[in-house]
């Protein structure tokens, strides 16, 4: 079993930053995808930052690239989301999910999720 727990969600101004982490624990080493999902109230969940564990690769929806940065720190099985320029439609739940084997794409099967973690931006 693999355990995920995001931390550094918040209340932030439009325009400030937040940093979220997603410390995974258990059996991580069967992961090579790790994401991250937002989902606002009345809104469908819309994945908004994933890597692939063993390239690297990351890639973004156009809603929140060049503000939103993925990256992980391997050796604390941790993986970081970095939010920039924050707007108030960037409000929502945040979740982190993680998957193994396979292509990483948002489209997949995470088999495993966080309890997520609150983000309010402020106009």
Do not use: H
């Not at 930052?49 to 503000?67: E, H, L, M, W």
């Amino acid at each position: 079993q693999v355990q995920l727990v995001e931390s550094g969600g918040g209340s932030v101004q439009a325009g400030g930053s937040l940093r979220l982490s997603c410390a995974a624990s258990g059996y991580t080493y069967r992961l090579n995808c790790m994401a991250w999902f937002r989902q606002a109230p009345g809104k469908q969940r819309e994945g908004v930052a994933r890597i692939n564990s063993d390239s690297g690769n990351t890639n973004y929806p156009d809603s929140v690239k060049g503000r939103f940065t993925i990256s992980q720190d391997n050796a604390k099985n941790t993986v970081y989301r970095q939010m920039n320029s924050l707007k108030p439609e960037d409000t929502a739940m945040y979740y982190c999910a993680a998957a193994g084997g396979g292509v990483c794409y948002f489209g997949r099967v995470f088999d495993y999720w966080g309890q997520g973690t609150q983000v309010t931006v402020s106009s």
